[in-house]
């Protein structure tokens, strides 16, 4: 069996003897595939990350809100240093 047909997220990509073929025929080796993850690999290191995972864990970090606290202080209190503990 060399030829496989994928569904879903690779639908319209196909697998040929030792080719992952494009939707637009491009065809990919196993050598290029690896030249493109060491590639990534490289450029996430480059950035400052250990690995993919980690670098899209950073994103979404980033995008999450920050949880803030809140402190009210008396300004009379503050000014003469009688802060109740907390």
Known sequence: MTDVNP????????????HLVSED???????RLRGLM???????R??????????EE???????PQLVKVVIVNL?????GCMPAS
């Open 76 to 80: 009379a209190q503050f000014r003469h």
């Open 25 to 31: 025929s491009q065809r990919m080796t196993v050598e």
């Open 7 to 18: 569904d879903g997220e690779w639908s319209g990509w196909q697998l040929r003897g030792r």
């Open 46 to 55: 480059l950035k400052g990350y250990a690995s993919r995972r980690a670098a």
């Open 38 to 44: 060491w590639r990534d690999k490289m450029e996430l």
């Open 58 to 64: 950073a994103r979404h970090a980033a995008s999450r």
